[in-house]
């Protein structure tokens, strides 16, 4: 997979960077500067092409995931994860996913498939559409959780769907609203505000 690695400080926190659609590794490293410049950075380009535009995993239209590649792509993206921590020597724990859209949604994934791993996340724009039936346990998962009025993508019942998926599974949830399907300086800021008052 392609991926930058910006070290910044020795045993900081680490933010691994997921894109959305179309976009690559780079992407959202400027919002990681305005969260914390102390905080390193690993920037991750989806691997899957759509259109040729980069992904994370498959679908077979909008909102309609491709769940048997979710599930491949999403263990094949923690491994990655798994294995730069090492490289990098940094905990997998002490990362903070930030995600926008289709980067988002994969971070979901492996929050849901690797309870215990993640415990900070900023998901600008996600969207999960299913029933899960494990009751995974997120009480010490903190998340900061950017939604869509009028999203043409992200009907606002599948925001509030990604709402009770974590707090019914005891994260503390902080939400901010944004107009359409968009990551705006404003809610980028309110993020840092969320980061600033997260526990360290």
Sequence with gaps: MNYLYNEKKKG???????HGTGGTETDLVSLAELLHP???????????????????????????YDWEDLEFRGNELYEFIVKKSKEYDFKPEDAILVGFSNGSNIAIHMMLKQPGTFKKAALFAPLYPADIAETQDFSDVEVFLSLGEDDPIV????????????????????TAWVTGHSLTQEVALQAKNWLDSTHN
């Design 38 to 64: 102390d905080y390193n950075v690993l920037g991750i380009r989806g691997n899957v092409q759509e259109n040729g535009m980069n992904r994370f995993f498959k679908r077979h239209g909008e909102g309609q």
């Design 12 to 18: 900081a926190p680490v933010f691994v960077l997921l």
């Design 155 to 174: 009907p606002e019942s599948e925001s509030k769907r990604v709402i009770r998926l974590f707090e019914e599974r005891g994260a503390l949830v902080t």
